[in-house]
C-alpha cells in the first residue's frame, strides 16, 4: 500500500474538507490520513479556528483545488471563466 504524494497526486482527488475534517475518498489515502494525525484532537481545533477566521483553506490551496478539479473535468480557466 502506498501513501499520498503531493508531488504525484492531486489533494482533491484524494481527500476533501467535511468542515474542519480531513476525508480520505481513496484506499490509499485511507492509511496516509491516520498516519499522518489530519484529524488529531489538536489539529481539529486549530483547523476549525481557522475555518472560522477565513483563514483555512489558504487563497492559493483553493485556487489550487479550483484549477485540479478544472483539469479533472477537462475544461481550461478559459472555458470555466466563461461559464461553458
Not at 1 to 16: A, L, T, V
Not at 29 to 48: K, S
Request: charged residues 25%; negative net charge.
Amino acid at each position: 500500500m502506498r501513501f499520498f504524494n503531493s508531488r504525484r497526486d492531486f489533494w482533491g482527488e484524494h481527500f476533501r474538507l467535511d468542515e474542519a475534517v480531513i476525508v480520505h475518498q481513496t484506499d490509499f489515502c485511507e492509511v496516509t490520513a491516520p498516519i499522518l494525525y489530519f484529524n488529531g484532537d489538536e489539529r481539529l481545533v486549530e483547523r476549525q479556528a481557522l475555518i472560522t477566521s477565513g483563514q483555512y483553506p489558504s487563497a492559493s490551496a483553493l485556487k489550487q483545488l479550483f484549477l485540479t478539479k478544472l483539469y479533472f473535468e477537462g475544461k481550461t480557466l478559459e472555458k470555466s471563466i466563461d461559464g461553458c
